[in-house]
C-alpha cells in the first residue's frame, strides 16, 4: 500500500468507507469490475443486485476475505487489518454448521473474542454484553439453547447479537434476511436502524427490493460493476432496475440460445 | 506379561501411560472432528510407518523414541503432502486424501516388509507398528507418551477459546483478524501427534479410529464444547485401557484391533441411548409427536357435531384414512384420550366405559375437553392460514413443541410483529 497514492484528507473526516477502482476475480473470471464508491456518514446502507451479482464478494473484499486483482479498500481512511476492531460482520448464514456443540451465548460471546486476544477467557463483563445482545435481538429466553435448535430467523439473530457484542463503528451483514420470518426480519431492521441513530454506519447485502425501499437510506445497485448509488428513492428507479435486471435476463437468453444451438448440431 | 501372571510395575505404568493416550487422543481428537479434518489424521497415521521403518533404516536403532519421532516426521510430511496435493494440483480433499494415504502407506509397507526380508538386526517386530502392541511397552516409554498426552492436552484447553472460534466459523474468525490457517495448522499438528503418541496402542491402521470415534460418540450426548471434551476423553481413556487390557489377557492379540472394537462399542451404545440425539430419544420425540398432532386432530374433528355424539368410526375415517400406520396413530390417539376422560360414552348405560375401542356405542367430548377442542380448532385455523399465506414464515419459525400440546406450536409467525 503506497501513502504517497492515498494523501491523508485535511479538513474533513476520511469516509467511513471507500472503495476505489476495486476488481476481483476468482481465478480468472472477475465478479467485481471497477467499483467505486464512497461511503461518507453513518447511515443504513444496502447493497442491492441479483443474484450472482458479486454483492457479497464486493462487502467479503471490504473485509480482507476475497484477495482484491486490483483497488483499494478503506474504512475511516485506513486499510481494514488495521481498524479491523471497529467493524462488526454477520456472515451467511449457511456459512456454517448448525450442528456445532455451542450455544446461542456461546456464539454471541465470540464478538468479544478480539478485545480478549489470545488465550483470555471471557469473564463476567462479557458475559453481561452477550445478555444484552441477546435481549436486544429478542432472544434473552433461548441463550442456553444449542444453536441448531433455533428457527431460521432466530439463528440469523443470533449472528446479529454476535456483531453487536463487537461494539464496532461500521457494521457489514451478508444477507442477513434470507431464509428469515417476517417477524425476525422487522425485529433485525429495527435493531439495525437504532444502530444508525447512535451514529454507526450499517452495510447489509439485501436481494428484496420492497423492503429495500422502506428501509435503507442509501443503496447501492450492483451488477459486477457499480450500476447506480445515492439516496434509496434516487437509486430505485425503474430505469436503473431495468439497466440492473434486465441485463441478466439477456445473459440468460444468449445462454439459451447458444445451448438450443449447441443441442441441434450434436 | 498377562495380568493373571501379576499386575508388576511396569503393567501398572504401561496401563497408566496407556490411560492417559486415550484421554488426549478423545480430548485433541474432538477438534479434529469439529474440524472436520478426520481423514486428514487418517492420511497422517498412515504414514507413520513410513516414518517408523527410515527412523530405524537411519539410526539403526529401535528405542520408541527414535522411531517416533520418525513416525512425527512422517505424519507432519504428510499433512504437508495433502496440502500440496490440493492445492498445487488442484484435487479435491477426499481425492488428494486417497492419494497421500495410498502412497504413504505403500511406501511404510515396502520398507518394513524389505527390512523383514533382509533381515536387517533389530529390525524384527517393527510391524508391530501396523497394528499396535501395547504390551511390548517398557515403563519409560509408556511415561513418554502419557508426557506427550499430557501436553498435547494442555495445549488444546489453553486454546479452547481459538481452536472453538476457528471451527466454528473461519470465515468470522477471519474477518476479526485470527490467523485461521496458522490455528488450522496447529490443531493438525497435535492430530498428527496424538496418531504418533497412540501408535504403540493401535498401530497406524487403526489409530484414527482411537482420535475419531470418541469424539464423535461424545457429541451424542452434550451440547457444548467444554463438556465434549472430557467425554470424549474418557471414552478414550476406557477404550485405551479395555483394549490393552483384552489384548494382554491373550497376548497373541494385536492391541488396535480390541482398543477400536471397545470404543465401537462405546460408540454403539451412543448412537443409540443418548438423551436426545440418540436413536431411541428421536423415535420416543417421533411418537410424541404423532401422538400431540393426531390427539389434536381428534379432538378437532369431535367437536364438530353435536347432539347425540359420533361413532368413533366416523372420526377414524375423517382423521385416519386407510393405511396402516394412520389407523395405529389414530387408534392411540383414541385410546387416550378415552383414558384422559376426554372422551366419554355418549349413553354411559348403553356403552361401558370399560369399552374404550368399543366400535359399537356413540361418543362425546367432555365439558373439559370440548374448550380444548375449541382451542385446537382455532390453533389449527390460525396455522393453516400461516402455511398456506407465508409458506416462507411457517418453514422457519413453525415447531412443534412438546410435551405440552397447549403450546404445541413454538411460533414467531403467529404472533404480530412487534
Known amino acids: 500500500m503506497n501513502p504517497a497514492a492515498d494523501p491523508p484528507r485535511s479538513g474533513s473526516p476520511p469516509p467511513l468507507l471507500e472503495f476505489h477502482d476495486v476488481t476481483v476475480a476468482y481465478g480468472r473470471r472477475p465478479v467485481l469490475w471497477n467499483i467505486d464508491l464512497v461511503i461518507a456518514a453513518p447511515c443504513l446502507f444496502g447493497v442491492i443486485g441479483p443474484n450472482g451479482a458479486g454483492k457479497s464478494t464486493l462487502v467479503k473484499a471490504a473485509l480482507g476475505l476475497v484477495p482484491l486483482a486490483g483497488g483499494s479498500i478503506h474504512f475511516f481512511g485506513r486499510p481494514f487489518a488495521a481498524v479491523r476492531r471497529r467493524v462488526g460482520y454477520v456472515p451467511q448464514r449457511e456459512s456454517v454448521d448448525w450442528d456445532f456443540p455451542v450455544t446461542a451465548t456461546d456464539v454471541v460471546l465470540m464478538g468479544t473474542y478480539p478485545r480478549l486476544g489470545w488465550f483470555r477467557r471471557p469473564g463476567s463483563r462479557e458475559r453481561t454484553l452477550a445478555r444484552e445482545c441477546l435481549a436486544r435481538v429478542g ?13 431460521g430467523g432466530q439463528q440469523q ?26 417477524r425476525s426480519q422487522d425485529l433485525i431492521f429495527r435493531v439495525l436502524a437504532d444502530l444508525r441513530a447512535a451514529g454507526r454506519l450499517v452495510v447489509v447485502v439485501h436481494h428484496d427490493l420492497r423492503s429495500a425501499a422502506e428501509w435503507f437510506d442509501r443503496v447501492a445497485l450492483v451488477d459486477m460493476r457499480l450500476v447506480a448509488t445515492g439516496p434509496t428513492a434516487d437509486v430505485l428507479t425503474a430505469e436503473n432496475l431495468q439497466r440492473t435486471y434486465a441485463g441478466r435476463l439477456d445473459v440468460l437468453d444468449e445462454l439459451g440460445r447458444a445451448v438450443a444451438g449447441r443441442g441441434r448440431t450434436t | 506379561m498377562t495380568l ?13 501411560g ?68 490440493r492445492r498445487v494440483a488442484r484435487t479435491r480433499d477426499d481425492a488428494a486424501t486417497a492419494i497421500v494415504l495410498g502412497v504413504s502407506f505403500g511406501l511404510g509397507i515396502a520398507l518394513v516388509s524389505g527390512i523383514t526380508a533382509r533381515g536387517i538386526p533389530g529390525g524384527a517386530g517393527l510391524e508391530q507398528f501396523l497394528l499396535g502392541h501395547a504390551a511390548a511397552l517398557t515403563a519409560a516409554d509408556a511415561l513418554l507418551l502419557a508426557g506427550a498426552s499430557a501436553v498435547a492436552v494442555l495445549v488444546v484447553v489453553a486454546g479452547l477459546k481459538e481452536a472453538t472460534l476457528v471451527s466454528f466459523d473461519p470465515a468470522f474468525a477471519a474477518a476479526t483478524g485470527w490467523p485461521v490457517t496458522l490455528v488450522d495448522y496447529a490443531l493438525v499438528t497435535l492430530v498428527a501427534v496424538m496418531v504418533v503418541v497412540g501408535l504403540p496402542a493401535a498401530g497406524a491402521v487403526l489409530v484414527t479410529a482411537l482420535v475419531v470415534i470418541p469424539p464423535v460418540a461424545a457429541r451424542q450426548w452434550t451440547d457444548r464444547v467444554p463438556t465434549m471434551l472430557p467425554l470424549a476423553g474418557g471414552f478414550g481413556l476406557a477404550s485405551a485401557v479395555v483394549g490393552v487390557a ?27 441411548f443418548a438423551p436426545r440425539r440418540g436413536w431411541l430419544a428421536r423415535r420416543r420425540e417421533q411418537r410424541a ?42 387408534d392411540g390417539a383414541w385410546l387416550a384420550l378415552v383414558r384422559e376422560g376426554a372422551l366419554v360414552p355418549a349413553r354411559p348405560a348403553a356403552t361401558g366405559p370399560a369399552d374404550p375401542a ?61
Do not use: C, K
Not at chain 2, 507413520?48 to 507432519?76: E, Y
Not at chain 2, 483384552?246 to 443409540?272: H, M, Q
Not at chain 2, 393426531?294 to 386407510?322: K, W
Open chain 2, 358 to 418: 368399543g366400535a359399537g356405542g356413540r361418543w362425546r367430548l367432555s365439558t373439559e375437553a370440548r374448550g380444548r377442542a375449541a382451542d385446537w380448532s382455532r390453533r389449527m385455523r390460525a396455522w393453516d392460514e400461516i402455511v398456506r399465506t407465508r409458506p416462507a414464515d411457517a418453514r422457519t419459525s413453525l415447531t412443534i413443541d412438546l410435551p405440552d400440546p397447549g403450546t404445541i406450536f413454538r411460533d414467531d409467525a403467529t404472533r404480530p410483529p412487534h
Open chain 2, 4 to 16: 493373571a501372571a501379576g499386575v508388576s510395575y511396569n503393567t501398572l505404568v504401561v496401563v497408566a
Open chain 2, 246 to 272: 483384552l489384548s494382554a489377557a491373550a497376548p497373541r492379540l494385536a492391541t488396535g484391533p480390541l482398543v477400536v472394537l471397545v470404543a465401537a462399542a462405546i460408540f454403539t451404545a451412543s448412537f443409540f
Open chain 1, 157 to 182: 439473530r443470533v449472528f446479529l447479537a454476535r456483531a453487536l457484542a463487537q461494539e464496532a463503528d461500521v457494521y457489514v451483514l451478508d444477507e442477513p434476511m434470507a431464509g428469515v420470518d417476517a
Open chain 2, 18 to 85: 496407556v490411560a492417559a493416550v486415550g484421554f488426549a487422543a478423545g480430548v485433541v481428537g474432538s477438534f479434529g472432528v469439529l474440524r472436520r479434518r478426520a481423514l486428514a489424521g487418517d492420511a497422517a497415521a498412515h504414514a507413520t510407518l513410513a516414518g517408523v521403518a527410515l527412523a530405524f533404516l537411519a539410526t539403526g536403532r529401535r528405542d520408541l523414541p527414535v522411531l517416533l519421532g520418525g513416525a512425527l516426521v512422517a505424519a507432519i510430511a504428510a499433512l504437508g503432502a495433502l496440502v500440496l496435493v
Open chain 1, 139 to 151: 432472544l434473552a429466553d433461548v441463550a442456553g439453547r444449542q444453536i441448531g435448535r433455533l428457527s
Open chain 2, 289 to 330: 409427536v404423532e401422538g400431540v398432532w393426531t390427539r389434536g386432530r381428534v379432538l378437532a374433528a369431535a367437536a364438530a357435531p353435536a347432539g347425540e355424539g359420533f361413532l368413533r368410526h366416523e372420526i377414524a375415517a375423517r382423521v385416519a384414512g386407510v393405511d396402516a400406520a394412520a389407523r395405529r396413530r389414530f
